[in-house]
């Protein structure tokens, strides 16, 4: 054999591009391996600078779900102040229920802002946009404890939900693009069974009494400082994503310049979409308006109507969250088992009727299992729902429509429930002048969005994503 032939061949992405003439950075904290090469046509040899194995070990996928936990884990901690202390918060810079309620509104348009800072994550890199978020929702959520008024607090706590939603974002994304198949579910399980952990937490907070400290509700917010302290010791070792190095290496090798293209954001809006868009959006934003208008107001609704104390109300938050998260399992398999439409129907009317008696009820035992029940089935639907906003869409939009769902469509519903439980549950201007008869009439909202689940969405049980595709064309 020559030593020609023994030579191993280059492909492309292993020679310098001599038609342009350039040399591509790689980053600082990006490996890198050199090989010899060979001369053209009886020039000098070259050599190619590679990026390493872009396989992940599972030690550092451990690593890595570890710190991503520790930083979703604070979305639901985060939500759960703002519900379970409203009375306290309310107290503190006295104003009345319909205040707090256009404050909540103001604040949860974060969420949907978070929308825009997200898509940064294509340019950038999820690795930069996770860490920049944290920094961002670490900064504003230690700047809440030392709130002057409503409306500073309302103007931090909207700044830190601009970076809480992408922080969340890029931690699911980077589950999806560094996990193996199959371990992509259990991983992503992990994160969402850790943001309601934060619930839990608060409950446990409140059952200790932190609330009654000095700072008061304050302390909860420095506690925030956590996730900052955690990922500035381990940031050095959170890679950028495989496939976004890939995608990268792709652009570059077709003459990119290294940009990222993606679609459009209004591409998802093309008419071959558009009805399966406003339908599941419509479906999303029924469900999270009531959904999030009990969530947010319980806490303050079991104090000041049903006479519950802090410690009563972490307590419940213990267990029924607890026991209640079973619910996101159950729905999982039950979609598998007889199908997304059924199971939908299931979790959308009872988490309606439990709902409805959990802010009926006067009994604080009965109130107990109302509430395990209220979010087995009201927050357990998030797995078929995640279902409808990523399964029925070809893979070109999947990305955006999903984005369009979830942080458009469901953060109306976050926008407006809190608004509307508190406009008109207000004790002394409302038109219906009770928190819990408010949330009530809310709820009937759920039923327009089973018709609509039976009427425009097909029935994708066992079917593969390619085979969806063109379903609903």
Known sequence: MSAAEQRPRRTRRQTVDRVVDRVVEVPDDVETWVEAGEGAFAEPPIGAVHPPDLERSPKYLKMLLILLVSATFFEGYDNSILSLLLGDIQNTFQVPESTLGWARGVIELGTAAAFFFTRLGDYLGRRKLLLWSVVGYTVFTALTAFSWDIWSFTGFQLLARVFLGAEYAAAVTMVVEEFPAQRRGRALGTLLACAA?????????????????PLEWRTLYLIGLFPLFLLSVFRRRIKETRRFIEEQQRQEATGAGGVIKRPSMWESWRPSNRRMLLAVGFIHFARSLPLIGSTAWWAFYAERERGFTSAEIGFYIIFAYGLGVVGYVVCGRLMERIG????????????????VVLFQV????????????????????????????????????????????????EI????????????????????????????????????????????????????????ITGVHA
Do not use: C
């Open 197 to 213: 952990l934060g619930v839990i937490v608060i409950g446990i907070l409140l059952q200790l009494g932190v609330q009654d400290g």
């Open 362 to 409: 006067e009994s604080k035992t009965l109130a107990f299992p109302a509430l395990i029940l209220a979010v087995f089935f009201g927050l357990g639907a998030a797995p078929v729902l995640g279902a409808f906003a990523s399964e029925l869409f070809p893979t070109d939009v999947r990305a955006q429509s999903a984005a369009w769902v979830r942080n458009i469509f």
């Open 412 to 467: 109306g519903g976050y926008v407006f429930g809190p608004v509307l439980v508190g406009v008109l549950g207000d004790h002394t201007t409302g038109a219906v002048g009770s928190i819990g008869d408010s949330v009530s009439l809310l709820m009937v909202l759920w039923l327009p969005g089973i018709f609509v689940v039976w009427r425009y969405l097909p029935e994708t049980k066992g079917m593969e994503l390619e085979d």
């Open 340 to 355: 997304r439409r059924p199971t939908a129907t299931l979790y959308f009317v009872m988490g309606a009727f439990w709902a």
